[in-house]
C-alpha cells in the first residue's frame, strides 16, 4: 500500500511538473482584446491605453479621462492581462492603431488626444509611430494615416519609456527584486510571461519604437511633421521607472515635452489615487492629470514642469564605435583597441566615441541557452538606442566583436530593422556560416564592410557552437531563425559568401593562435590593423594579418566530429552521476555541488 502511495505521489508530481514546463503556457489567462468605443460628439477623439491589468483595475482613472473631456468620443482597448499572459504586444497595438484610423476615417477628428498609463504608454506610442508610417516591425504595412496630424497631445502616465527594467530600478526594494529575479526566471522554464518580457528594456518591441520615434521627431523643423505637446508624468516612488529612463521622448522634442515628477507617487498609487476617500474632489496626483490632459503648451504655469532635462546630447559626436568581448573574457584587450583608436583619430576625438562592453561576466552554459544570450542582445539595442538619443549628429556606427560579441550583433540585425551598421570586424565568431548577410545589405542596413577573421587553432568555436552547426546543415537550414540554433561556427569555417555580398563580406582565413588571437596585446600590429579599420572609413585591407591559408588538421577533424565529442562529454558527466548515487548521498551531494560550480564558472 505504501509502495503504492508512493508511486502515486511520484506520477503526480511528475505529471504536474510536465505541465507547468509544456502546458502552463497554453492556458495562462490574457486577452488581447479588442476596443470599447463611446460616442460623443465626434470632435475629439481620446484614446486611454490602460496598465497591464486592463481598465478594471483603475475606474477612477478611467472616469477623470472622461470627464476631462466631457462629450469627447472615449476609445479604450479592452485588453487584460497578468504578468504571466502570453499576449503579444505587437497584435494589441496593431489593433489599436486600427482602431484609431477606422474612427477617424469615419468621424474625421478635430483634435486627438493620447493618454496612457504603464503599459499602455508603451502601447499608444507604438501606435503613433505606426500610424506615421514607421512600421518596420509591422507584420502587415498599412503605411501612413492622416489621423497622427490631428494629434494635439500625447499623455504618459508612469510609463516604462525605456521598457521595463532588467536591472534593479532605483526605488525598488531588494526583497521585491529578488522576487523578480525568481519570476523571470519562472517565465523561462514554463514558457510564460511573454507580454512583459516583450516589454523589457532592449526588446525589439521597445527598442524599435524607440529608435523610431527619435527618428521621426528627429525630422527637420522645416518638415510637415506635426509636432504633438508631450506630458509624461512619473512618480518619485515609482519602482518600475527611473526618471532617465525617458531620455528618447525628448530626443528632437525638447520644446514640446514637459516632464514632471509628481510627489510621493509609486507605479500604482499613480493611477490609482486621483480622488479624495469618499469624495469627488481631486487629489493632487489627479490635478496634475487633469491639468496635463486638458491645457494648451502655453498654458502650464512656469514652475511646473521639471526644471532639468535629463537628456543632455551632445553634437559634436558623429561616429560611435562598439567594442564588444565575449564570454568569461576579463581580458585587456578592449582598453587595447581604445587607446589604438584614440591614438589614431587626433583632432577628430571629440567627433568619436568608444563604447566598451560593459555587460556582465557570461559562461559557457548561459551562452548555449538561447534566452540568457538574448539578455545581451537586449542590452547591447538598449545602449544603441541611448546613444541614438545623446548623439543627435550620429552619421555611423562600426562594431568590433569578439565571440559573443558577434553573436550579439548578428542577433540584433536579424530583429532590429531600425538598427543600421557601417563597418564589422569580427573575430573568434560564434555567428552560423549560413548566416544571412545578404538581406541587411541590400536593404542598406549594412553600409560598410564586414571582416571576419579566423584563427587556425580556435577549438572554441571548432568544438562547441559547431554541434548547433552541424544540427542546422543536418536539417538542411539555409538561413537560421533566431532561436536555440541561432550560433554557428563562422569563426573557424568562414561565412558562406555570394554575389550579393561581393566586396562586402570578406572571410581572412587565417591568422594564427587559438579563440582570442586576433586581439593577443602581445600581437600590436592585429591590433594596429583593427584600429586602422574602423578609423579609415573602411579602406584597410585586413588580409594582411593572413599567416596560414589552412587550420590545424586536428582540430578540423575534430570539429567534423563535433557531435561525437559533445556525446562522449555528457555521458562521462552522466556516469560520474551515477557512480556518485551509488556510492551515496554524500558523495552524490558533492558531484552536484561540484557540477553546479563546473558549469557556472566555466
Same mark, same amino acid.
Given at each position: 500500500?505504501?509502495?503504492?502511495?508512493?508511486?502515486?505521489?511520484?506520477?503526480?508530481?511528475?505529471?504536474?511538473?510536465?505541465?507547468?514546463?509544456?502546458?502552463?503556457?497554453?492556458?495562462?489567462?490574457?486577452?488581447?482584446?479588442?476596443?470599447?468605443?463611446?460616442?460623443?460628439?465626434?470632435?475629439?477623439?481620446?484614446?486611454?491605453?490602460? =496598465?497591464?491589468?486592463?481598465?478594471?483595475?483603475?475606474?477612477?482613472?478611467?472616469?477623470?479621462?472622461? #470627464?476631462?473631456?466631457?462629450?469627447?468620443?472615449?476609445?479604450?482597448?479592452?485588453?487584460?492581462?497578468?504578468?504571466?499572459?502570453?499576449?503579444?504586444?505587437?497584435?494589441?497595438?496593431?489593433? $489599436?492603431?486600427?482602431?484609431?484610423?477606422?474612427? %477617424?476615417?469615419?468621424?474625421?477628428?478635430?483634435?486627438?488626444?493620447?493618454?496612457?498609463?504603464?503599459?499602455?504608454?508603451?502601447?499608444?506610442?507604438? =501606435?503613433?509611430?505606426?500610424?506615421?508610417?514607421?512600421?518596420?516591425? +509591422?507584420?502587415?504595412?498599412?503605411?501612413?494615416?492622416?489621423? @497622427?496630424? +490631428?494629434?494635439?497631445?500625447?499623455?504618459?502616465?508612469?510609463?516604462?519609456?525605456?521598457?521595463?527594467?532588467?536591472?534593479?530600478?532605483?526605488?525598488?526594494?531588494?526583497?521585491?527584486?529578488?522576487?523578480?529575479?525568481?519570476?523571470?526566471?519562472?517565465?523561462?522554464?514554463?514558457?510564460?510571461?511573454?507580454?512583459? +518580457?516583450?516589454?523589457?528594456?532592449?526588446?525589439?518591441?521597445?527598442?524599435?519604437?524607440?529608435?523610431?520615434?527619435?527618428?521621426?521627431?528627429?525630422?527637420?523643423?522645416?518638415?510637415?511633421?506635426?509636432?504633438?505637446?508631450?506630458?509624461?508624468? $512619473?512618480?518619485?516612488?515609482?519602482?518600475?521607472?527611473? +526618471?532617465?529612463?525617458?531620455? %528618447?521622448? /525628448?530626443?528632437?522634442? #525638447?520644446?514640446?515635452?514637459?516632464?514632471?515628477?509628481?510627489?510621493?507617487?509609486?507605479?500604482?498609487?499613480?493611477?490609482?489615487?486621483?480622488?479624495?476617500?469618499?469624495?469627488?474632489?481631486?487629489?493632487?496626483?489627479? /490635478?496634475?492629470?487633469?491639468?496635463?490632459?486638458?491645457?494648451?503648451?502655453?498654458?502650464?504655469?512656469?514652475?511646473?514642469?521639471?526644471?532639468?532635462?535629463?537628456?543632455?546630447?551632445?553634437?559634436?559626436?558623429?561616429?560611435? $564605435?562598439?567594442?564588444?568581448?565575449?564570454?568569461?573574457?576579463?581580458?585587456?584587450?578592449?582598453?587595447?583597441?581604445?587607446?589604438?583608436?584614440?591614438?589614431?583619430?587626433? %583632432?577628430?576625438?571629440?567627433?568619436?566615441?568608444?563604447?566598451?562592453?560593459?555587460?556582465?561576466?557570461?559562461?559557457?552554459?548561459?551562452?548555449?541557452?538561447?534566452?540568457?544570450?538574448?539578455?545581451?542582445?537586449?542590452?547591447?539595442?538598449?545602449?544603441?538606442?541611448?546613444?541614438?538619443?545623446? !548623439?543627435?549628429?550620429?552619421?555611423?556606427?562600426?562594431?568590433?566583436?569578439?565571440?559573443?560579441?558577434?553573436?550579439?550583433?548578428?542577433?540584433?540585425?536579424?530583429? !532590429?530593422?531600425?538598427?543600421?551598421?557601417?563597418?564589422?570586424?569580427?573575430?573568434?565568431?560564434?555567428?552560423? @556560416?549560413?548566416?544571412?548577410?545578404?538581406?541587411?545589405?541590400?536593404?542598406?542596413?549594412?553600409?560598410?564592410?564586414?571582416?571576419?577573421?579566423?584563427?587556425?587553432?580556435?577549438?572554441?568555436?571548432?568544438?562547441?557552437?559547431?554541434?548547433?552547426?552541424? @544540427?542546422?546543415?543536418?536539417?538542411?537550414?539555409?538561413?537560421?531563425?533566431?532561436?536555440?540554433?541561432?550560433?554557428?561556427?563562422?569563426?573557424?569555417?568562414?561565412?558562406?559568401?555570394?554575389?550579393?555580398?561581393?566586396?562586402?563580406?570578406?572571410?581572412?582565413?587565417?591568422?594564427?593562435?587559438?579563440?582570442? #588571437?586576433?586581439?593577443?596585446?602581445?600581437?600590436?600590429?592585429?591590433?594596429?590593423?583593427?584600429?586602422?579599420? @574602423?578609423?579609415?572609413?573602411?579602406?584597410?585591407?585586413?588580409?594582411?594579418?593572413?599567416?596560414?591559408?589552412?587550420?590545424?588538421?586536428?582540430?578540423?577533424?575534430?570539429?567534423?566530429?563535433?557531435? #561525437?565529442?559533445?556525446?562522449?562529454?555528457?555521458?562521462?558527466?552522466?556516469?560520474?552521476?551515477?557512480?556518485?548515487?551509488?556510492?551515496?548521498?554524500?558523495?552524490?551531494?558533492?558531484?552536484?555541488?561540484?557540477?553546479?560550480?563546473?558549469?557556472?564558472?566555466?
Amino acid at each position: 500500500m505504501e509502495f503504492r502511495r508512493r508511486a502515486f505521489l511520484r506520477l503526480a508530481a511528475a505529471l504536474v511538473i510536465l505541465f507547468l514546463l509544456f502546458g502552463l503556457r497554453y492556458v495562462v489567462p490574457g486577452k488581447v482584446g479588442d476596443v470599447d468605443f463611446a460616442t460623443g460628439d465626434h470632435k475629439t477623439l481620446v484614446v486611454f491605453g490602460p =496598465a497591464l491589468g486592463g481598465r478594471a483595475f483603475t475606474p477612477d482613472l478611467e472616469k477623470l479621462v472622461r #470627464a476631462s473631456h466631457p462629450g469627447a468620443d472615449v476609445l479604450i482597448p479592452t485588453y487584460e492581462n497578468g504578468f504571466f499572459s502570453n499576449s503579444d504586444p505587437f497584435d494589441m497595438t496593431d489593433r $489599436i492603431e486600427r482602431a484609431i484610423r477606422d474612427y %477617424d476615417d469615419k468621424h474625421h477628428y478635430e483634435k486627438i488626444v493620447l493618454f496612457g498609463y504603464s503599459l499602455g504608454g508603451l502601447l499608444l506610442r507604438k =501606435a503613433y509611430v505606426w500610424g506615421h508610417g514607421l512600421e518596420d516591425d +509591422r507584420s502587415v504595412k498599412h503605411g501612413p494615416h492622416p489621423w @497622427v496630424d +490631428r494629434v494635439d497631445r500625447f499623455v504618459s502616465l508612469a510609463a516604462p519609456n525605456r521598457g521595463f527594467p532588467s536591472d534593479k530600478p532605483r526605488n525598488l526594494s531588494a526583497g521585491l527584486y529578488v522576487l523578480d529575479q525568481v519570476v523571470q526566471q519562472f517565465w523561462r522554464l514554463t514558457g510564460t510571461g511573454q507580454l512583459v +518580457r516583450n516589454a523589457l528594456q532592449g526588446s525589439p518591441f521597445v527598442a524599435n519604437m524607440r529608435v523610431q520615434w527619435i527618428n521621426l521627431f528627429r525630422l527637420p523643423k522645416s518638415s510637415d511633421l506635426h509636432r504633438p505637446l508631450i506630458v509624461h508624468l $512619473i512618480g518619485d516612488k515609482d519602482e518600475l521607472v527611473n +526618471r532617465e529612463d525617458s531620455l %528618447d521622448i /525628448e530626443a528632437g522634442t #525638447a520644446s514640446d515635452v514637459i516632464i514632471k515628477t509628481l510627489e510621493g507617487n509609486a507605479h500604482k498609487e499613480i493611477g490609482t489615487q486621483i480622488y479624495e476617500a469618499g469624495s469627488e474632489r481631486l487629489t493632487p496626483t489627479g /490635478e496634475a492629470i487633469e491639468l496635463a490632459l486638458t491645457r494648451s503648451r502655453n498654458e502650464f504655469p512656469s514652475y511646473w514642469p521639471d526644471k532639468v532635462s535629463a537628456l543632455q546630447t551632445d553634437p559634436n559626436v558623429k561616429q560611435l $564605435i562598439f567594442v564588444m568581448h565575449g564570454i568569461r573574457d576579463e581580458s585587456t584587450w578592449p582598453a587595447e583597441i581604445k587607446r589604438a583608436i584614440e591614438k589614431r583619430l587626433g %583632432d577628430r576625438a571629440a567627433t568619436v566615441k568608444i563604447v566598451p562592453p560593459l555587460y556582465r561576466r557570461f559562461t559557457l552554459l548561459p551562452f548555449l541557452l538561447y534566452w540568457d544570450r538574448q539578455e545581451n542582445v537586449r542590452w547591447f539595442m538598449d545602449q544603441y538606442t541611448q546613444a541614438k538619443a545623446l !548623439y543627435p549628429n550620429l552619421e555611423a556606427v562600426d562594431f568590433i566583436g569578439h565571440s559573443n560579441g558577434t553573436y550579439i550583433l548578428a542577433s540584433a540585425i536579424q530583429q !532590429y530593422p531600425v538598427l543600421t551598421v557601417r563597418h564589422i570586424f569580427f573575430a573568434g565568431s560564434v555567428v552560423p @556560416v549560413h548566416y544571412d548577410w545578404e538581406t541587411p545589405i541590400a536593404e542598406r542596413r549594412v553600409t560598410g564592410k564586414i571582416w571576419n577573421v579566423c584563427a587556425n587553432s580556435d577549438w572554441v568555436v571548432a568544438i562547441f557552437p559547431q554541434l548547433f552547426q552541424q @544540427v542546422s546543415d543536418w536539417l538542411k537550414i539555409s538561413r537560421p531563425e533566431v532561436g536555440l540554433l541561432d550560433i554557428g561556427s563562422a569563426g573557424f569555417r568562414g561565412f558562406r559568401t555570394s554575389v550579393k555580398t561581393e566586396g562586402m563580406l570578406f572571410n581572412m582565413k587565417y591568422i594564427s593562435g587559438a579563440h582570442s #588571437a586576433a586581439f593577443e596585446p602581445a600581437r600590436v600590429s592585429r591590433v594596429d590593423a583593427i584600429a586602422d579599420f @574602423v578609423t579609415s572609413d573602411g579602406e584597410t585591407d585586413l588580409e594582411i594579418l593572413k599567416e596560414t591559408d589552412s587550420a590545424s588538421t586536428i582540430l578540423e577533424y575534430a570539429s567534423n566530429l563535433s557531435w #561525437a565529442i559533445w556525446f562522449l562529454g555528457l555521458v562521462v558527466i552522466a556516469l560520474m552521476g551515477v557512480v556518485a548515487y551509488r556510492l551515496g548521498r554524500w558523495w552524490f551531494g558533492v558531484y552536484a555541488v561540484l557540477l553546479l560550480g563546473l558549469v557556472t564558472t566555466v
